[in-house]
């Protein structure tokens, strides 16, 4: 008996989301991971920004919340999940304005129904050269080494075509079955270059561009075993172009304009937005509260804010979506929470005792 057009309708609009999470999930491996607070996990951005600011250490950490909202019994409630840490050091002094650091940084991705999770954990050296005697130019190189590794958590509750047209397991989940679930891992390879320059008292800007992925590891999950045969991937190059202003107005607002464009195998993610702060001094509480917007091209529009605190940095972002993703998830995207501090830990001096004599 056909089915009526009305039912035929909503099997099929489930069926093309389950089809969309469940590419996501199965072709995650040739993705990466993407903030909509980019400039707030700067280790993942660009390995140049290791140890890029006066302190004695940074310390700081990011969560992202996506698609959570997606309809349907299956996979809803199960979207992209991704939170990361960081810390980075100023190790030593060259010369008199050059100095190396280092740093490490963690995340944990994990994506769709079947948790397909890919974890990452990469160690990060950079190289500021100042371009000047008065310390208002630098260009800075970075190189980063780590290891990703990817696994399925929970196979079982992937749905695939065949589940929900007639209920029963067919080819697809058959084949997939065979996919080991033991992570993989593979080596990675990142190089970063970045120019920072003080234009004038009110003006500080950078620019870098990053290239990930440099000795095109295998990333591909296997699926040998059982007498199937492998399926490898290597990963394509991506690279990473930014760049971020912060323009002083007044002794009030600040304005701070950014941008990113990336490119992967064809396939190119840009965005660009702008935040204004505003300074709030109420007695020794030294506050700049920020606002703002952003616009991923093609996908969503970005809602900024965050706070700045001594040596605190606080962000918070929520993304509506604009692509077709729309009328299943009611434009809600991604939620992102991010903080960072730098710690600053200064040996006082010794000053030496003065002995006055009252005879002189």
């Known amino acids: 008996m056909p089915l009526r057009n009305n039912a035929y309708m909503k099997i099929l609009k489930h069926l093309l989301i389950y089809s969309?999470?469940?590419?996501a999930t199965g072709v995650l491996h040739a993705q990466d991971i993407h903030w909509t607070q980019f400039t707030m996990s700067p280790l993942t951005l660009n390995p140049a920004f290791t140890g890029d600011f006066e302190g004695t250490f940074r310390i700081g950490g990011i969560y992202r919340d996506q698609y959570n909202f997606v309809s349907g019994k299956n996979p809803g409630g199960k979207g992209f999940r991704t939170p990361s840490f960081f810390v980075d050091v100023p190790i030593i002094?060259?010369?008199?304005?050059?100095?190396?650091?280092?740093?490490?940084?963690?995340?944990?991705?994990?994506?769709?129904?079947?948790?397909?999770?890919?974890?990452?954990?990469l160690a990060s050296g950079s190289y500021h050269l100042s371009l000047d005697k008065k310390s208002t130019r630098y260009l800075v190189a970075g190189i980063q080494f780590g290891s990703v590794t990817r696994e399925i958590k929970d196979r079982e509750a992937l749905t695939f075509a065949d589940n929900i047209l007639d209920g029963t397991p067919g080819?697809?989940?058959t084949d997939f079955n065979k996919i080991p679930t033991d992570g993989k891992g593979y080596s990675v390879t990142n190089f970063g270059l970045m120019y920072r320059a003080a234009t004038d008292k009110?003006?500080?800007?950078?620019?870098g561009l990053a290239v990930s992925y440099i000795t095109r590891p295998d990333g591909g999950i296997t699926t040998a075993g059982a007498g199937a045969t492998g399926s490898r991937f290597k990963r394509p190059l991506k690279t990473t172009f930014h760049g971020q202003m912060e323009r002083k107005i007044?002794?009030?607002?600040?304005?701070?304009p950014a941008f990113i464009f990336q490119n992967s195998a064809k396939v190119n993610e840009i965005a660009v937005q702008a935040m204004g702060g505003?300074?709030?001094?109420?007695?020794d509480l030294d506050l700049q509260a920020k606002a703002g917007l952003g616009y991923r091209v093609g996908d969503a529009v970005q809602l900024l804010i965050g706070a700045h605190y001594d040596d605190w940095q606080f962000g918070l972002a929520y993304d509506l979506t604009a692509s077709g993703l729309t009328s299943s998830n009611s434009a809600r995207g991604g939620f992102e929470l991010a903080i960072n501090k730098i710690i600053k830990?200064?040996?006082?001096?010794?000053?030496p005792p003065v002995i006055f004599c009252p005879d002189l």
């Open 202 to 207: 009110k003006t500080n800007m950078n620019i």
């Open 171 to 173: 080819s697809s989940s």
């Open 93 to 121: 002094m060259i010369r008199k304005r050059d100095w190396v650091s280092a740093g490490i940084v963690a995340y944990a991705d994990k994506a769709g129904s079947g948790g397909l999770t890919n974890s990452g954990y």
């Open 250 to 256: 007044n002794d009030k607002l600040t304005i701070y």
């Open 278 to 283: 505003y300074a709030l001094k109420f007695k």
């Open 345 to 351: 830990i200064y040996k006082q001096p010794t000053v």
């Open 20 to 23: 969309f999470l469940l590419f």
